[in-house]
């Protein structure tokens, strides 16, 4: 049995390099309060990095908001307290907050995110289920007779698209390594992506999916993303080709895809996420053989909390000393 921490197991995966900001878009240092309960294990990691925990009050600077909804008692609590000029999210994605995130008028409020702190337990749960569609193992594990019938592929040499190209994109990417698959990443921009055979961006989409034997939405939900995989794209895709989400689940048009995979338009798909969340009884997709979904747990409280609570760690000591800020989102673009 193994003895490893989960800090010991898994590690943040960053996108770009930690910079300092510059001093005129720090924060004004000062007592930090934890919402809407503080918790051991968070309170510990700002008192380890030498901050300051306190009551809401005038006095606080700095916010850790551990709820991963109640955007509406966010929002009161920093029209409340104006002096507050951090706030740290739970999540890796922020779309929950995005309506607080655009509709605050202060420019001296810096936000950051647990982006990239839980990247390696998610790309390995979409590795998985990149597996499990490819072994067609939605259909073996409903199946109650042997078949005879001869199916599956091997990733090995694959053509893999990755949509997004954040901490998730990255570590699938070295996960995939040893199958010798060519792989795109699909992002705004078309900077390289480190171990990617190419990268374009998102407008290429079209071009990209005719030839991608598995494609894995690892982007981030925002209003221009939304249905990002609608009817045109499923109908791009190869009828051997596989969809993997474990984004957000409106990146997928949950319509056109329980039509596809009726049709046989694309041979299958997995998801972490859906629209809507959770998926109800009796929906489609439940029924669908080509389909395998997991609720929403490619990461585990167990895998995330140690991840959270080096990233406040970090960005408290940001805060109060050399403002090296881990996971700072920009309100403008939604991450």
Same mark, same amino acid.
């Given at each position: 049995?193994?003895?490893?921490?989960?800090?010991?197991?898994?590690?943040?995966?960053?996108?770009?390099?930690?910079?300092?900001?510059?001093?005129?878009?720090?924060?004004?240092?000062?007592?930090?309060?934890?919402?809407?309960?503080?918790?051991?294990?968070?309170?510990?990691?700002?008192?380890?990095?030498?901050?300051?925990?306190?009551?809401?009050?005038?006095?606080?600077?700095?916010?850790?908001?551990?709820?991963?909804?109640?955007?509406?008692?966010?929002?009161?609590?920093?029209?409340?307290?104006?002096?507050?000029?951090?706030?740290?999210?739970?999540?890796?994605?922020?779309?929950?907050?995005?309506?607080?995130?655009?509709?605050?008028?202060?420019?001296?409020?810096?936000?950051?995110?647990?982006?990239?702190?839980?990247?390696?337990?998610?790309?390995?749960?979409?590795?998985?289920?990149?597996?499990?569609?490819?072994?067609?193992?939605?259909?073996?594990?409903?199946?109650?007779?042997?078949?005879?019938?001869?199916?599956?592929?091997?990733?090995?040499?694959?053509?893999?698209?990755?949509?997004?190209?954040?901490?998730?994109?990255?570590?699938?990417?070295?996960?995939?390594?040893?199958?010798?698959?060519?792989?795109?990443?699909?992002?705004?921009?078309?900077?390289?992506?480190?171990?990617?055979?190419?990268? @374009?961006? $998102? =407008? !290429? &989409?079209?071009?990209? %999916?005719?030839?991608?034997?598995?494609?894995?939405? *690892?982007?981030?939900? /925002?209003?221009?993303?939304?249905?990002?995989?609608?009817?045109?794209?499923?109908?791009?895709?190869?009828?051997?080709?596989?969809?993997?989400?474990?984004?957000?689940?409106?990146? @997928?048009? $949950? =319509? !056109? &895809?329980?039509?596809? %995979?009726?049709?046989?338009?694309?041979?299958?798909? *997995?998801?972490?996420? /859906?629209?809507?969340?959770?998926?109800?009884?009796?929906?489609?997709?439940?029924?669908?053989?080509?389909?395998?979904?997991?609720?929403?747990?490619?990461?585990?409280?167990?895998?995330?909390?140690?991840?959270?609570?080096?990233?406040?760690?970090?960005?408290?000591?940001?805060?109060?000393?050399?403002?090296?800020?881990?996971?700072?989102?920009?309100?403008?673009?939604?991450?």
């Amino acid at each position: 049995m193994s003895t490893k921490t989960e800090t010991e197991q898994h590690r943040a995966v960053l996108a770009d390099a930690v910079l300092p900001l510059s001093s005129d878009r720090r924060p004004v240092p000062g007592p930090i309060t934890i919402l809407p309960r503080p918790e051991p294990a968070f309170a510990r990691a700002v008192q380890a990095a030498g901050g300051t925990l306190t009551e809401l009050s005038a006095e606080t600077r700095g916010l850790i908001w551990l709820d991963y909804g109640r955007a509406n008692d966010l929002r009161a609590v920093l029209d409340a307290h104006p002096r507050i000029g951090w706030v740290q999210l739970p999540w890796a994605g922020v779309d929950a907050f995005s309506e607080v995130l655009a509709g605050l008028d202060r420019t001296d409020l810096l936000w950051t995110s647990a982006k990239g702190a839980y990247a390696q337990p998610v790309a390995e749960h979409a590795l998985a289920l990149t597996l499990a569609l490819l072994r067609v193992l939605p259909k073996r594990a409903r199946s109650e007779s042997w078949s005879t019938l001869p199916e599956g592929r091997s990733l090995y040499g694959l053509n893999v698209t990755v949509i997004g190209a954040g901490g998730i994109a990255r570590e699938l990417i070295r996960l995939l390594a040893p199958f010798g698959t060519e792989i795109t990443v699909v992002r705004r921009g078309t900077e390289p992506v480190p171990g990617a055979a190419r990268t @374009v961006a $998102t =407008d !290429a &989409l079209p071009g990209v %999916l005719p030839t991608s034997d598995v494609v894995v939405v *690892a982007a981030a939900l /925002t209003g221009g993303t939304r249905h990002l995989i609608g009817p045109a794209q499923l109908e791009l895709m190869r009828r051997e080709a596989v969809l993997v989400n474990i984004a957000r689940g409106p990146l @997928v048009d $949950t =319509d !056109a &895809l329980v039509a596809a %995979l009726a049709a046989g338009t694309i041979a299958g798909a *997995a998801l972490d996420v /859906t629209d809507p969340e959770p998926l109800p009884q009796g929906h489609a997709l439940w029924a669908e053989p080509r389909c395998l979904i997991t609720p929403h747990s490619a990461d585990t409280p167990e895998m995330t909390g140690p991840l959270l609570a080096e990233r406040i760690r970090l960005n408290v000591v940001a805060f109060l000393a050399d403002g090296r800020f881990v996971g700072v989102v920009d309100p403008r673009i939604g991450y």
